[in-house]
């Protein structure tokens, strides 16, 4: 307190406390969308593990919200039907779209085209039970959200065949 006030006697009171800027998520859209891209690969190549019986590493660290959700329920949906996934999905595109990247919490949206030729569906008798008209080539729209440090995929659903 008589700092405080000798200080004020010789105009050297402190000033209000500056509020720090908050740093954007991102530097830009482009790093964002690579950023993005590189969540869903390293998720994709987790999913893939999955179905070889790898327990690590867990796709579901890359998920939150409604992905997340989603996931959960559709793991626990496959063991009551006794289905199982067999193969492999790969990437062949990523493309972004959306980047809101001002906030310290970037919101990226994209689409991700999956060959999904090699993923087959197996009922608990080993049968393929996979959709005869599944095409070989699907799309998604994926929702991220996060910094350069945790980016994680909050929403994917199904998109036109077109966007691939």
């Known amino acids: 307190m008589i ?3 000798l ?9 209000p406390t500056p509020v720090p800027t908050p740093t954007p998520a991102f530097a830009s859209e482009e790093e964002a969308f690579a950023a993005a891209e590189e969540v869903y690969r390293a998720y994709n190549d987790a999913g893939n593990a999955r179905i070889r ?3 690590e590493p867990n796709p579901q660290i890359f998920l939150a919200g409604l992905a997340l959700e989603s996931d959960i329920d559709a793991q626990n949906s ?9 193969g492999e999905a790969t ?3 990523f493309l972004g779209t959306n980047a809101s990247i001002d906030d310290r919490i970037a919101e990226v949206t994209g689409y ?3 060959d999904v030729s090699e993923l087959r569906v197996l009922n608990s008798d080993g049968v393929d039970v996979t959709p005869p008209d599944r095409g070989d ?9 996060g910094d350069h440090s ?6 994917e659903s199904s998109a036109d065949e077109g966007s691939c």
């Open 137 to 145: 080539i699907v799309s998604q729209l994926v929702q991220f959200t």
């Open 112 to 114: 991700v085209c999956i």
């Open 91 to 93: 990437v062949v595109t």
């Open 150 to 155: 945790r980016l994680r995929i909050t929403l």
């Open 7 to 15: 200080g004020q006697l010789l105009g050297c009171a402190p000033g």
């Open 3 to 5: 700092a405080t006030a």
């Open 78 to 86: 496959l063991r009551e039907w006794g289905l199982r996934a067999s």
């Open 53 to 55: 019986g790898e327990a």
